[in-house]
């Protein structure tokens, strides 16, 4: 293994004589023969190696146990060890994310903190790189996903991504060391630990060697992605003129993508597959695309320009919603009733012969309020995972010659209900459902 690891580091310029390595040190089998390894080829690489533990007080007496086995390692091994402790379940409920996404984020700020000046070693290696393209691959992805985890970004890098964690496991073996476990890595609760304990061990059955394989096509495809990430460069270099991609027409669709992608990130925009074709559309097109309030692409003349658009003012009306009829205007009413059924199907069927929506009262959140259409209105529909724009929405699904006077209904959550497009998936009725409210929008 240490052969392989010593190749790598070479073969990618991760380390020069003189370096200084922290090794993020969990405890685990993976962190463990990182610091091993590290260790043994230090005077080979002229290196200086430390080490960092970072303490998520997550599993209260098991965190401590792991954080006091990296200190005894260390001490053992003279290498310098640094500890710092974080609350990770106090501030994943401040910022509203999920304790993973959490640890993650503070464990990196922590890596940031401690390694100025010096490189920062990880120890993801060939099964962690493998989970992550399946993971992307699940939630979409392009080249770049495919190409896994990044051996370098900044000054971090990751020299077991060529190892697998079986290897991993034989090096400790034979060096005799031990090493902890984190029990909730046995768990299926965490997103890549169902790829973990499941995906994979289906896909070893078709191939056995599916980890050790997909080394070496991970790396062709990271070896692409490179071919491609120097053309973008040129481009950037070429077209970019502040917020601003001049002539940018002239080259390829990926790498026209692929500037747009990056003219986004730099702005802290977001974007998707979709929004990255849009966005091509109408640089070669022309026109102007949302990307989030006040913000478009403009494209005019094979060249995109991020800008600041002050939206029209525009009249909404609105009022209060009420069981039985609500008269918004000369020509509409909408009819609220509210019904008491175990069985959504049954009423379905008893009320096929009208046009209706039904929402699961009891998941309404506060007074409703039935409304026209506001400037940057959002809504997730029911069964997609996503929020989409709902003047998107509207151009995507509604002739033209229905969009006029369309009505929205929201709590105090928001939008709950869109015209002609359907019912949001928060409020949507389901097996447990009770108490229905059916909606009818009548026009004359």
Same mark, same amino acid.
């Given at each position: 293994?240490?052969? !392989? ?49 970072? &303490? ?5 007496? @098991? ?71 399946? %993971? ?48 909730? &890595? ?29 080394? &070496? ?7 692409? &992605? ?56 109408? %640089? ?54 509210? %019904? ?22 009891? !998941? ?45 209904? @929201? ?26 409210? !059916? ?6």
């Amino acid at each position: 293994m240490l052969t !392989k690891v010593y190749k790598f580091i070479c073969e990618n310029n991760m380390l020069t004589c003189g370096d200084t390595v922290v090794c993020g040190l969990s405890g685990g089998a993976d962190s463990v023969a990182l610091l091993l390894s590290l260790y043994q080829l230090r005077e080979k690489l002229g290196i200086k190696v430390e080490a960092l533990h970072v &303490n998520h007080c997550i599993r209260g007496d @098991e965190s401590d146990r792991d954080e006091e086995f990296c200190r005894d390692l260390c001490k053992r091994l003279d290498i310098a060890f640094t500890a710092v402790r974080c609350d990770v379940i106090r501030q994943s409920k401040i910022w509203q994310k999920s304790t993973e996404e959490t640890a993650r984020i503070m464990r990196y700020e922590e890596f940031s903190k401690c390694s100025e000046g010096k490189k920062l070693a990880t120890a993801h290696n060939a099964n962690d790189n493998l989970e992550t393209v399946i %993971l992307n691959l699940c939630r979409g992805t392009g080249i770049k996903g495919l190409a896994g985890i990044p051996c370098i970004r900044g000054n971090i890098i990751r020299p077991l991504l060529t190892v697998t964690r079986a290897e991993i496991e034989e090096f400790l073996r034979i060096s005799g060391q031990n090493y902890v476990t984190d029990s909730t &890595n046995l768990s299926n609760d965490y997103t890549r630990n169902k790829i973990r304990h499941k995906i994979v061990p289906m896909l070893e059955e078709i191939n056995s060697s599916v980890i050790a394989t997909s080394v &070496n096509s991970i790396n062709t495809v990271r070896e692409e &992605n490179a071919l491609i990430e120097a053309d973008t460069d040129r481009a950037m270099a070429e077209c970019r003129k502040k917020n601003a991609l001049i002539g940018l027409n002239g080259y390829p669709a990926v790498i026209r993508k692929r500037c747009i992608s990056r003219l986004l990130s730099e702005n802290s925009l977001p974007y998707s597959h979709q929004r990255l074709e849009d966005a091509d559309a109408i %640089l070669t097109g022309g026109g102007k695309l949302n990307i989030s309030g006040k913000t478009y692409l403009v494209g005019e003349r094979g060249s995109l320009s991020l800008q600041v658009i002050d939206a029209p003012a525009e009249i909404v009306v609105e009022q209060a919603l009420e069981l039985g009829d609500n008269i918004i205007c000369d020509n509409c009413t909408v009819r609220c009733e509210l %019904l008491e059924c175990d069985n959504l199907k049954k009423i379905e069927t008893v009320h096929k012969k009208s046009t209706f929506y039904l929402i699961d009262y009891d !998941k309404i959140r506060g007074r409703l309020i039935v409304r026209t259409r506001k400037y940057g209105d959002k809504i997730r529909l029911k069964g997609r995972s996503f929020t989409s724009s709902v003047k998107k929405l509207i151009n995507e699904n509604i002739p033209s010659d229905k969009r006029n006077g369309l009505l929205f209904i @929201e709590d105090e959550e928001g939008t709950i209900l869109a015209e002609r497009l359907g019912i949001a998936d928060r409020t949507a009725p389901d097996d447990n459902t009770t108490g229905f409210l !059916k909606i009818s929008f009548i026009r004359s």
